[in-house]
């Protein structure tokens, strides 16, 4: 890949901030000053002639594109060029953190090393160096202009990070290699086994999530976090986190976890485990977006999600209808109780009928029957719940009672059947073997007796 090429690629990716709401992995730079210490580099290679010393001067040269006698009017493009907005340079009144570019590449923050094969730029065309489109600088590795081992350096941040450098001594941007990781959320779908973006579950089912994570970008991805959010109503499985399929601990849906570095080019795969859990009064399909992040320390971050749509099933329904009797005289009451059994939802009406009659509506779920006349008589009840369906009307929550005029017949007694088991047919055995043996001895006495 030419440098051109190679520019315009860092500019793209210096370029893109990815606004994810996750407040995991970023690292936090304290300034150990707020002047560079470098001299003032007064030529005609410099972006900005004479450079800033502190960040106010910097933001007053880069406002009015320089300073008296040596106006750039190229110097917001250069900037934009290498990745550095406006926002960018004036979010660094916020912070001032002062760092180094070395002559071979690497971007520093007092002993961390925060970039590599890092780009710079400016006004002269030194040998190794390409024009910048759009400005009238030329960019270049640090190698091919610095004078010395390394220069000081005000570092810009974007979602956290460092992310690009300008150059105290003469306000020259520098820009460097950084990850891109990327993420796929995916959920596995119970009834097929596949993975997908949206599945539906039951409640109370275990969900299982995966999350590719890769790096797409030019620079090693270091100290990745990958942190799951569960929505309200699902929990984490404990141990039920794995890297690649092996076991890797807990406090992905904490926290995060660390997965270490990242090369160019890789894929891992986080999977885990949750519970859903929702209140029985959801008697509806509820959709729940979880989202997975992945956070390094030296670029940008990356959000994906994934859906479950979860399924609250309500059993509710009238399981009886009783009274004392089914058999009373003329004149007397007889009361019926309804009873219904209810998950997840809430009664709203009670319905009793007498024939096809309506005879009672409301919350109360006791009925008064008193006959005006004899005859056979059907009593039901048909129970409304608050999803608006309803339930009986016939079978258990329906009952025929029978009114009579005077006396009610007694009620027939049950018959009793013989006893035929193999036990009382071995003592009728045992009975006539005996009866027969004595009635055979008697025989046999007499028959002696007349000899």
């Not at 995060?256 to 090369?263: H, M």
């Amino acid at each position: 890949m030419n440098l051109f090429k190679k520019f315009a690629i860092r500019g793209l990716i210096a370029g893109a901030f990815i606004a994810a709401s996750v407040a995991v992995g970023t690292i936090v730079f304290s300034p150990k000053h707020t002047n560079a210490v470098n001299g003032y580099d007064c030529d005609s290679n410099a972006v900005i002639y004479c450079g800033a010393r502190s960040v106010p001067e910097l933001i007053t040269k880069y406002d009015n594109y320089g300073s008296a006698g040596h106006i750039y009017n190229d110097l917001h493009n250069v900037y934009s060029a290498f990745g550095i907005s406006s926002d960018g340079v004036h979010r660094l009144a916020n912070n001032v953190v002062i760092g180094q570019v070395h002559s071979d590449g690497t971007v520093w923050i007092g002993s961390k090393m925060i970039g590599q094969n890092a780009l710079t730029a400016g006004r002269q065309n030194k040998p190794g160096s390409f024009a910048v489109p759009g400005t009238g600088v030329f960019a270049r590795p640090p190698s091919v202009s610095f004078d010395s081992g390394s220069l000081d350096a005000y570092i810009g941040f974007e979602d956290g990070k460092p992310a690009w450098a300008i150059l105290a001594a003469c306000g020259n941007p520098v820009s460097w290699d950084r990850p891109t990781v990327t993420i796929a959320k995916q959920v596995k779908d119970p009834k097929t086994g596949v993975m997908a973006e949206n599945a539906t579950f039951q409640n109370g089912d275990h969900i299982r999530y995966t999350l590719d994570v890769g790096n797409t970008g030019r620079a090693t991805a270091n100290n990745v976090i990958v942190r799951d959010f569960l929505p309200v109503g699902q929990t984490y499985d404990v141990n039920s986190t794995s890297v690649d399929g092996r076991f890797f601990g807990n406090g992905v849906a904490g926290n995060g976890i660390n997965i270490g570095s990242l090369a160019v080019g890789a894929v891992v795969k986080v999977s885990f485990t949750a519970t859903v859990s929702l209140p029985e009064t959801n008697c509806s399909t509820t959709r729940m977006t979880n989202i997975g992040a992945v956070i390094p320390d030296n670029g940008p971050s990356a959000t994906d999600t994934a859906n479950t749509d979860i399924v609250v099933s309500c059993a509710s329904q009238c399981t009886l209808l009783s009274a004392p009797t089914y058999a009373i005289k003329l004149g007397d009451k007889l009361v019926f109780t309804a009873v219904a059994s209810v998950k997840g939802l809430s009664i709203s009406d009670y319905s009793f009928k007498l024939n096809t009659k309506s005879v009672q509506s409301g919350m109360g779920n006791t009925y008064e029957f008193v006959p005006t006349e004899t005859g056979e008589y059907t009593v039901s009840v048909l129970v409304k719940f608050s999803d608006g369906k309803t339930d009986g009307d016939s079978g258990a929550c329906a009952k025929i009672v029978k009114v009579y005029k005077d006396e009610i017949p007694p009620t027939p007694p049950t018959p009793i059947l013989p006893n035929t088991g193999a036990g009382d047919i071995v003592g009728i055995f045992v009975a006539t073997s005996f009866v027969g043996a004595i009635a055979h001895k008697l025989y046999m006495a007499r028959k002696f007796a007349r000899l």
